[in-house]
């Protein structure tokens, strides 16, 4: 529920994100195209400025040309006609140009319209001038000034009047069109600033929520940990507590007090450690291996269970008979751990355990039981049970002998030497010999 929650949230944060940069982009891309259709109008409004004070200016030096005709009798009226004639033939291309731009307007229009009529009133003059030009042989000049004066000065105010009225238009809509367009571009700058805090927010927050959903994970991911670290320590511990019970129990049938497991599972333990630190077996012992066999020496006589009391509590010595049957309790003792604990607990415990009950009577010179085992034939966890073994039975009272001295203990256990036990446990156990004293 909680993961599902996280990743709509993620996934909503993700849609926000790409929908803002999406909306930065086109925005991006509208104002570009707004900006140029802008620069593409204001030319053609500068255009169409330029073309009608141009048709102006030709119409001015038309009509100069003209009044100086009429005045002036000494003037060379061929050369004058000319330059009207080429004025008035520029004033009709500026029209044609004039008439382009038109073109390019919708028609109808109140743009389209005013640049009609300053087509118009333009053509109007030019046409209406043609009368006193044909009158410059035939009337006075007084004649034709009251012609012009009467006719074609109102022309003449007309076309300015049209070119006033369609250059205000021009200047009113490229204004009107400027602050149409300022505000588009103000308008956009906020919308694209907000977008961008909005992003920002949108990342700070996905930020922070990822963060969050991690730790708690992680936490969780801790909590669990030491939980499963706190349930497998328990597990174990209740498997070892059991183990030493049921061999405390096997101890107890033959009448001792549950103490040799306890001590053979220390002393072995102090011998390996001393192993360790002498560099003795380097590959093998390893601290689970060293705290494995430790874990696993109580149950070195778990087979003895197979055995009848009778031979178990025999208070003098065994019949050959009665020693064949106490030697089974070795292969019993190895199965008997394998059915216990086999199923549940680590294989290279199980195993150690296994080899200790089995081959823990076994000789480092061949003659021990149950399989006649030699030298490192002999499981190393074994060879260190045999030593902590006999050494404690030793100097433990029992039914049928009583506690031998610790020094004649030592003494025995280093006689068999490179006979019963392997020499080099012997060397270390007689290394520990000062720390056993102190402990008795
Ligand atoms: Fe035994
Ligand atoms: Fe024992």
Known sequence: MRKSLSISALVVIFVAELSGILGIVYLRHAMDVHTSLFNTMVEQVFNAENDVEQIRSHLYKYEYNMTALI????????ATLHELAETEL??????????????????????????????????????????????????SPEA??????????????????????????????IDTQKISVQKDLHESRIASFLVLVVIIFSVIVSIIYSHRVLSELEEKNRFFMRKSE???????????????????????????????????SHLVNMILLQAKKKGKWADILTDSFIDNVTRAAPMHDLGKIVIP????????????????????????????VHDIIGGVAEKDYVDIASDIASFHHEKWNGKGYPTGKKGNEIPLCARVMAVADVFDALVSERCYKKPMSYDDAFALIEREAGEHFDPDVVELFLELKDEIYAEK
């Not at 009251?146 to 009225?165: C, G, K, W």
């Not at 209740?238 to 049938?253: C, F, H, K, W």
């Not at 065994?318 to 106490?326: L, P, V």
Request: hydrophobic share 35%; aromatic share 6%; net charge negative.
């Open 71 to 78: 005045n002036s009798s000494r003037i060379d009226k061929s």
């Open 309 to 336: 009391d009778a031979i178990l509590n025999k208070p003098g010595r065994f019949t050959d008979e009665e020693f064949e049957i106490m030697k089974t309790h070795a292969t019993a003792g190895g199965k008997i």
């Open 230 to 264: 706190a349930s497998e320590m328990r597990i174990s511990e209740i498997q070892y507590n059991t183990i030493m019970g049921i061999a405390d129990l096997v101890e107890s049938r033959s009448g001792e007090t549950g103490q040799h497991v306890k001590r053979t």
């Open 144 to 173: 034709i000034s009251e012609y012009i004066e009467r006719y074609i000065m109102p022309l003449v105010a007309n076309v300015n009047q049209s070119i006033d009225t369609l250059s205000r238009i021009l200047r009113v809509y």
């Open 90 to 139: 520029m004033i009709r291309n500026q029209l044609v140009v004039h008439s382009e731009i038109r073109k390019s307007m919708e028609y109808g229009s109140e743009k389209e319209q005013l640049f009609r009529s300053v087509n118009d009133d333009v053509l109007k003059y030019l046409n209406f001038n043609v009368v006193p030009l044909s009158m410059l042989d035939t009337e």
